[in-house]
């Protein structure tokens, strides 16, 4: 990633050279999963929502396409995929899954699991009106940048959380979203 703009094979490169490490640590028994939709532009963007402000949980957040896994659903894979069509309108079939990164434990108690995949610059996306206010791209060079995310440390029920936080245009990205997106990042970085 030398060059002043990072094409989609030097992504692809980088993530399939080097595999995440896993954490060594409990997690919940409860599942859901996301898609990281990376849009194979000549300068591709990361494909992400903000939350209708009416939902019961994180209204309002920016937030990658997901949810809770169902009972039904095959695979993580297979809930990402499932949740990203019912949310912005993405069929399965048009993703390209690359991999996953290491699964992250949400405040609401789930392991979530996010599932990078491509998605073709073709495609026309839908936000559910129920569920999505906003969809919007962002750069994925600029996405990447680590140091565009600020540490914000937290402590609460005596435990320690460290949470990212960063803007991009009108958007706050942060929290689970903002750690996804610096795990990616650091998961292509160079050595």
Known sequence: MTANT????QFLARFTLQLPERPAVTLPTRHAAVLVPIIA???????????ASSLRKHAGQVAFPGGMMDSSDDSLI????REAEEEVAIPPAMVQVIGVLPAVTSSTGFQVTPVVGVIPDTITYRASEDEVAAVFEM???????????????????GLHHRVWLSWFEDYFVWGMTAGII???SLQIAPD
């Open 6 to 9: 990072l094409t989609l094979a």
């Open 78 to 81: 297979f809930t990402a995929l």
């Open 139 to 157: 750069p994925l060079q600029e996405a990447l940048r680590l140091g565009r995310y600020t540490p914000l440390d937290i402590h609460r029920h």
């Open 182 to 184: 610096r795990q990616l």
């Open 41 to 51: 532009r000549p300068q591709p963007t990361l494909l992400l929502t903000k939350r």
